[in-house]
């Protein structure tokens, strides 16, 4: 009987604690829904400091850092925001070596920071996302997000010429296999397990149109330009599909 009231106690005690923790993370949901970063980060760090081994919190908080990138206006500010995204991300995959979207996490972390890198460092972040796009649909082979990454991997990798080139293969130690064909089909993937997301069609459009393929270019690209924003990178996105879309037209 000690024992009994011993855990009634207990649990008591907790309730308050995760009643807290919902109400957080749901009230931190609605502003990511709406991409209010800066907003959803005032309720998801909160629960941190309550369940700071959450891998689903972790990588909320990571995207948050991430998404505000776009936001602000000094590079500097910009690289913080995008290495506090990266070292949640890699809290996630730490805690949770298993996870498809902490390891998704990780890739999407570097390919926002990499425009901001220098020549080394974004080849060094290329072979990154590689390792962690690839791990992530090994994992979880319906992640979408997770194919089109790898696709964007291809995509870059099969356009680099020069010296970035020559830099690649030391890093690599000689450069692996990547190209548009292979790019096409990871974006191909994508679009078949989320047709909705315009970022799958439009890059599949953007990669024919580095083919010289221009009529499935514009077929493609015309398609993802017309479909409505969802999240909050696609504007960026049509403005790459646009430019795409000149070239071919």
């Avoid at 096409?184 to 997301?197: D, E, G, I, S």
């Amino acid at each position: 009987m000690k024992a009994f009231f011993i855990l009634v106690l207990a649990l008591l005690n907790a309730s308050p604690a995760h009643a807290d923790y919902a109400e957080l993370v749901k009230s931190g949901d609605i502003h990511d829904a709406k991409f209010e970063c800066d907003e959803a980060l005032k309720f998801y760090l909160p629960a941190e400091k309550i369940d700071p081994k959450n891998v689903d919190l972790l990588v909320k908080i990571s995207r948050q850092y991430a998404l505000r990138m776009s936001d602000l206006p000094k590079e500097a500010d910009k690289l913080a925001s995008g290495r506090t995204a990266l070292t949640y991300a890699e809290r996630a995959v730490a805690i949770a070596p298993n996870e498809s979207d902490a390891h998704l996490s990780v890739a999407i972390c570097l390919g926002k920071l990499t425009p901001l890198a220098g020549a080394r460092e974004k080849i060094e972040n290329s072979r990154k996302i590689k390792i962690a796009a690839e791990k992530s649909v090994k994992l979880n082979p319906k992640n979408d997000f997770a194919w089109h990454l790898l696709g964007r991997w291809h995509q870059s990798l099969a356009n680099i010429g020069g010296a970035t080139r020559a830099l690649a293969g030391i890093i690599y130690g000689g450069l692996p296999a990547a190209s548009h064909d292979e790019a096409v089909k990871c974006f191909q993937k994508a679009m078949a397990l989320n047709p909705k997301r315009l970022v799958h069609v439009v890059e599949l459009g953007r990669t024919y149109q580095m083919m010289g393929r221009d009529a499935e270019a514009k077929r493609f690209l015309e398609i993802g330009l017309t479909m409505p924003n969802k999240d909050k990178d696609d504007p960026e996105t049509k403005v790459r599909g646009r430019a795409s879309l000149q070239e071919v037209s």
